[in-house]
Structure formats: structure tokens, C-alpha cells
């Protein structure tokens, strides 16, 4: 779709490129022949591990194959004057020691906290004149059960003791993010000293035991069983079952009833943003500022990144340890450690000579479940959605509900799995699940005035069609418009306010991102791929059988989502094997 419509004359400019920015892109005929360190791909966890090491006197070097740096956490001007969160959209998990540490805030981090965070809007047709009901959620608990008692008086009362069981479960996990998983190599057949080392280990695993006490069994299950089984202990009514499951199903290619899909929930539930717990945000200029932040955080401290410079091969010495990295462009650029945040597939199957791995490693890596359910559709519109279930206020102004993530076909959880049934006859969902965004309503910097940027999260859209059909410029649209009849649905007049959109199917998000199979955690977080088994076992550690080669991002522990956790843990793993080479 051309761009066009109301305030589009005054489409904004893009910003001015950032200092380190523009610094780093005129430094790239100054590249060093050598470096104590690499890094493969300018992420946000492979920005995060280059300003550790960085910081810890480890001269660093990060090349990055686009021409933006952030892999999915990025800004980008698709459509002119709207500025786009083009793959991650929001913000919560990131580390509080890194958003310090980093000095983010110093370095041009700004936030925009939402309260209130959901809103799941009901079409409830036959109720004539009257409004549909919707279910708005947030930090105040007496309203979030006014709300929740629209639907179920018994499931308003429970509801606290919900938060506060689950948020002990997100408390007991902290500590497990911020550490290397415990090394069982190590710990059964390292030498003495490396035995005693791995037990250190072990602190965060006592800590998360202690914390949840006698309640362990009880917690188990909330990590193994499906969530809806969870849910249904808890509650009666399904929009608030059904809304609470979307955290437990999205970017999974897993059902409500799939075991183990809560996990995925508390995954993304144990953020904070500012102190706040379980708060999500806007990063003011979209998720590229993020990553803007933590590379002028870097650079700062004298790390070189290069936009535009993929890497084709890492080098491996004669005697089995990495040496550095062959550009795509011939450059040879030679490191003590290599540090890729790309995928384990990208990673251990493309860019590492294969002789130099275990058969058995490789075939494991190469096994990964990498199946994803997402398509993301930005979009650029001329005026604000106009709910059913909340009208808009005079003079089209920004309400309470337009700053949530907006649930769509979220009113009952069978919907939800039969929108994953429909995926896995290789179909697009026919009532896709729709987690919608409009990031402009509380930051006015992404369109142009009286105009909005909207995220769509959708799911679920198998990577390979039925009959071994492939996407093409027909299905794609086709699905795009499909998700557009639903939002109409619920809010009319949405198609008409429509001026672009961009439509990334899973083998966009692959080939754009470098997101295999499109999975944005790099492989599945099932529970047979996260701590001890991520992405491997026996090499969750960020170490893998090729000395001197790291996993950084987001396939390795504690997985995905914009927390930059791998890459704090693995710098911190690199710096203790540097000082004992």
C-alpha cells in the first residue's frame, strides 16, 4: 500500500544517526588486523557481551551483516515518517543489572511504562446497543478485579492469590538468569579444581529451592503441565483464562493444552522495568534505542562495531582453537575468542569448519526444534482504532486501553487452540491470535502527527504450508488481510485508516533477522531446550567442543526475549578462561 492520508505531508525525518553511529561507519576502513575478542552479529545480546568485556579491559571488535545494528530489536522507517519496532516490540525482561551496569539511561535509554498493560476486548454480537464488555488489566488490583468480577466473582477474589503464587515463581527463577547453568561436565569428570569450581554453580539452583520451599511440587507442575490445566485450578471464566494463556503461547508453536506451555508464561511474566515488577514498556523511539543505548555503552569504552561486515567463516588453528574470523569481504580479522550471537544452526552448521566438531554435537545442534508460529505485521494508520468495547474520546486522543497489548480472538482458550490446530494442517490460523500495539500512543517521537504505528503479533502461521506449498506475495497478503478482517471486527473502520503495512511470515523473519525456521528465541523454549539442555546438553555453559568459541544469544541459556542475559553470562564465561590461558 502507498502511504498517504492525514498529516503525512509532515512525515518525519528519520533521526539523526547517533554519534558512536556515524563514528563507526566512517571507522570501518580502520579495521584492526586483531582483537581479543569478536563478537558475530550486533544483537542486543551481542552489543550487551561487547560492553562487558569491553569494560573488563577485553579489546573488542562486533560485526554485524545488515546495515542497522540491533538484530531484532530495531528501529526502522519502512513506510516514510513512521518509525517501527520492526521485530521485538517491547520491553521488560532486560536485566536490571545491565540496564546499571551499562549505564542505559546515561547513554539515551528511555522508557515509557504501561498501566494499564491488557486489554481484551469481546465481540459478544447480539447485545444490540449495549457495549461489549472488555477485560482491562493493570497495576491496581482493586480495579483489576472490578474488571475481572464483570466475568466471574469467584475468579476476582482469586486472582490475588494467583499474582502473588506466581510471582514467588518468577522470584525463585531470578537468580537462574543471571548465571551460567550448572556444569555437569565439570562437575563429573572436570579435575579437582574443576569440580570444586561447578559447585559455585549450584548457588542459584539452592536459592530458587529455598525459595519455593514446600510449595516445590506444586511449582513443578506449573512448569510441566499444560496451562490451561494451571488456569483451570485457578479460575471459571475463560476471557480471563484465555488472556493470562496468550503469555504461555506466544512466538510457541504450542497450544494452551500443550505440556509444558507454562513455562512460557512465566518466562514472560518475571520482567521489571524501573523497579516495577512484571511491567512492560516502550522504549521511546522504538527497540532500536535499546540497542543504540547499550552500543554507546560499548563504544564508549573503546569497542569498534561495524555495520555491513558478515561474517563467512571462523578460523581454527592447526591445533583446534579458534584464531578469529573471515569476513564475507576476504578480510581475515584474527581474536583469542570468537563470541557469536547468531543461532546455534547459523553458528555451529554454517559458520564453523565441521571438522573440528563431534559428529554427535553436530547432529544435536541440526536437531533443534526451531518451529514458529509468528507473522508480524507493522502498520501505519491515520487515526486510532476505534474499539466497539471502548470508544474513542473526542478529538481521536489516546485512551487508557489504545497503550496496552491489545488481545484479539482472545475470548475463550479453545479458540486459541484451534487457531494451533490450524497450523499444524499446515494452514494459517483461521481466527489468528492477535497481540496488537500501539507503541505511538505513548511515545509521539515513531508518526507523524494525528498518525500511529501499530505492532501486530500473530500467530499462528506454520513456516511450510500444506502440500508443500510456499509462501508467496498472494498468501502473504492474503493472511495480512485476514488478520485486518479480525481487527475490523472488533474496531471498525481499521482497514479504512490503513496507510502501509509490512508483512514478515516466518521465512521473512528467517531471512531478514537471521531467525531460524522464524523462531524468535533462536530454537523452542520447551522445557527439553532451556537450562542444562540449552542448546545442547552437556554445552550450556556458552562453551562449545571448539575452544575458544562462545554462544552468546538467544539459543543459548537463559533463552529468549530482549533480556541480554546470554550475553552478560557469556562475557563474564570468556573473562575467567582469557585470565587462565
Known amino acids: 500500500m502507498a502511504a498517504n492520508g492525514r498529516g503525512l505531508g509532515r512525515a518525519m525525518s528519520a533521526s539523526p544517526c547517533p554519534a558512536w553511529r556515524r563514528a563507526h561507519w566512517e571507522a570501518k576502513d580502520r579495521l584492526k588486523p586483531e582483537y581479543d575478542a569478536v563478537v558475530i552479529g550486533a544483537g542486543h545480546n551481542g552489543l550487551v557481551a561487547a560492553a562487558y568485556l569491553q569494560r573488563l579491559g577485553v579489546n573488542t571488535a562486533v560485526f554485524e551483516r545488515r546495515h542497522v545494528i540491533g538484530g531484532a530489536a530495531v528501529t526502522e522507517e519502512i513506510i516514510p515518517g513512521f518509525k517501527f519496532s520492526r521485530a521485538s516490540y517491547l520491553l521488560s525482561l532486560l536485566r536490571p543489572r545491565i540496564y546499571t551496569d551499562l549505564e542505559l539511561k546515561k547513554h539515551g535509554l528511555r522508557l515509557y511504562l504501561r498501566n494499564p498493560y491488557s486489554f481484551t476486548p469481546m465481540l459478544e454480537e447480539g447485545t444490540a446497543s449495549k457495549v461489549p464488555r472488555s477485560l482491562l488489566l493493570g497495576t491496581d488490583m482493586v480495579e483489576n478485579q472490578k474488571q475481572i468480577a464483570q466475568f466471574s466473582q469467584k475468579d476476582a477474589q482469586a486472582f490475588p492469590k494467583y499474582e502473588a503464587f506466581m510471582n514467588r515463581l518468577a522470584l525463585a527463577i531470578d537468580p537462574l538468569l543471571d548465571a551460567a547453568p550448572v556444569d555437569m561436565e565439570a562437575f563429573w569428570r572436570g579435575s579437582l579444581l574443576q569440580r570444586l569450581k561447578s559447585l559455585s554453580t549450584l548457588t542459584p539452583l539452592l536459592q530458587a529451592g529455598r525459595i519455593l520451599g514446600a510449595q516445590l511440587p506444586q511449582y513443578y507442575q506449573v512448569l510441566t503441565a499444560p496451562i490451561t490445566k494451571v488456569l483451570n485450578q485457578w479460575f471459571e471464566s475463560e476471557p480471563l483464562k484465555a488472556t493470562l494463556a496468550t503469555d504461555a503461547v506466544i512466538g510457541a508453536m504450542t497450544s494452551p493444552h500443550t505440556p509444558g506451555s507454562g513455562y512460557v508464561l512465566i518466562h514472560h511474566v518475571m520482567g521489571s522495568l524501573e523497579g516495577v515488577q512484571g511491567a512492560w514498556g516502550y522504549v521511546e523511539g522504538g527497540m532500536g534505542a535499546l540497542s543504540d543505548a547499550i552500543a554507546s555503552s560499548a563504544t564508549a569504552h573503546g569497542a569498534s562495531i561495524f555495520t555491513e561486515k558478515a561474517v563467512a567463516k571462523v578460523q581454527v588453528s ?83 486501553h489504545h497503550q496496552c497489548s491489545i488481545h484479539l480472538n482472545c475470548e475463550d482458550t479453545t479458540l486459541l487452540h484451534q487457531a494451533f490446530e490450524d497450523a499444524m494442517d499446515g494452514r494459517p490460523s483461521h481466527r489468528p491470535m492477535i497481540e496488537l500495539c500501539i ?117 543459548a541459556h537463559p533463552g529468549g526475549g530482549v533480556m541480554g542475559a546470554a550475553g552478560r553470562n557469556a562475557a563474564h564465561v570468556v573473562f575467567g578462561d582469557l585470565k587462565s590461558m
Open 318 to 400: 592447526s591445533g583446534g582453537r579458534v584464531q578469529g574470523v573471515v569476513l564475507q569481504d576476504g578480510s581475515e580479522v584474527r581474536s583469542k575468542v570468537v563470541l557469536s550471537n547468531a543461532s546455534p544452526q547459523t553458528t555451529f552448521l554454517k559458520l564453523t569448519p565441521q571438522e573440528w566438531l563431534p559428529e554427535e554435537f553436530v547432529e544435536r545442534i541440526s536437531q533443534l526444534d526451531t518451529q514458529s508460529p509468528v507473522t508480524k505485521i507493522n502498520v501505519a494508520v491515520n487515526r486510532l482504532p476505534d474499539f466497539l468495547a471502548a470508544p474513542n474520546a473526542a478529538r481521536d486522543q489516546p485512551l487508557p
Open 439 to 555: 507503541p505511538s500512543s505513548l511515545d509521539p517521537t515513531l508518526a507523524p502527527p494525528g498518525c500511529h504505528v501499530i505492532s501486530l503479533f500473530t500467530q499462528y502461521t506454520p513456516y511450510t504450508l500444506a502440500g508443500g506449498q510456499v509462501w508467496d506475495e498472494q498468501k502473504r497478503n492474503a493472511y495480512a488481510d485476514k488478520v485486518f478482517d479480525c481487527i475490523e471486527a472488533y474496531a471498525p473502520g481499521f482497514k479504512a485508516s490503513v496507510v502501509g503495512r509490512d508483512v514478515l511470515i516466518p521465512p521473512d523473519l528467517e531471512r531478514i533477522f537471521g531467525l531460524p525456521g522464524g523462531n524468535i528465541f533462536h530454537c523452542a523454549m520447551g522445557l527439553d531446550q532451556l537450562y542444562f539442555a540449552r542448546p545442547v546438553p552437556l554445552h550450556s555453559s556458552y562453551r562449545c567442543p571448539l575452544r575458544g568459541l562462545y554462544l552468546c544469544g538467544s539459543g
